[in-house]
């Protein structure tokens, strides 16, 4: 986000625009792929993928796993590791985003996981505190964030972080 945007000064909806078509022509440049697993975006990312005409050329689809029961029983996420690092980790990330890149047969799939508060937070684990991880051919990369702000902007400043990962990997 750019200082003019978090200033109030500017709206938002062009960038992020920009981003989703710029993924869209990245992924149709490859002939690829793309699915995602989401928790704390709520299916924001799937919701801003699928506003660019012609998605379903590239875009199989995404699970919204707010849930751990969804994450073992769909993604596969392995339950030791929600036991000993948890929902909220570099583990389950990875985990998420490789388990959605194999249910949906897709080349590259991204997860997105965290605290978008405005409780749930802890010393260790603080609200704001994101992981994202993205599968493809040549293995998976997972990152961390922590954003400050209203849930609502949490999710947002996720989802366009998300993207901009994509689109680095894919370029």
Same mark, same amino acid.
């Given at each position: 986000? @750019? ?7 500017? =709206?938002?909806?062009p960038?992020? /625009?920009h981003r989703?078509?710029?993924?869209c !022509? ?6 690829? @792929?793309?699915a @995602?697993?989401? &928790?704390?975006?709520g299916? #924001?990312?799937?919701?801003? +993928?699928? $506003?660019? %005409?012609g998605?379903s050329?590239? *875009?199989?689809?995404?699970i @919204?796993?707010? =849930?751990?029961? #969804?994450?073992?029983g769909?993604l596969?996420? !392995?339950?030791?590791t929600? $036991? ?5 980790s570099?583990?389950?990330?990875i985990e998420?985003? !490789? /388990?959605?890149?194999?249910l949906?047969?897709a080349?590259? =799939?991204? &997860?997105?996981?965290g605290i978008?508060g %405005?409780s749930?937070?802890t010393d260790k684990k %603080?609200v704001?505190l994101?992981? *994202?991880?993205v599968?493809?051919p ?5 990152f961390k964030? +922590?954003?400050r702000? &209203?849930?609502s902007t +949490?999710? !947002?400043? &996720?989802?366009?972080?998300?993207l ?7 370029e």
């Open positions: 986000m @750019t200082k003019a945007v978090a200033a109030g000064k500017l =709206s938002e909806q960038l992020r /625009g989703c078509r710029r993924l !022509r990245r992924l149709k440049i490859r002939n690829a @792929t793309l @995602t697993a989401e &928790s704390c975006t299916g #924001l990312l799937s919701h801003l +993928i699928t $506003q660019v %005409p998605s050329d590239y *875009f199989k689809g995404g @919204t796993a707010y =849930s751990n029961g #969804l994450k073992t769909i596969g996420v !392995r339950k030791k929600l $036991q000993k690092y948890g929902a909220v570099k583990q389950c990330a998420m985003a !490789r /388990g959605a890149r194999k949906f047969a080349d590259y =799939s991204i &997860s997105v996981t978008a %405005p749930g937070g %603080p704001g994101v992981y *994202f991880a599968a493809g040549d293995g998976a990369a997972c964030k +922590i954003f702000g &209203s849930r +949490i999710k !947002r400043l &996720s989802a366009d972080f998300a901009d990962m994509l689109i680095k990997k894919i």
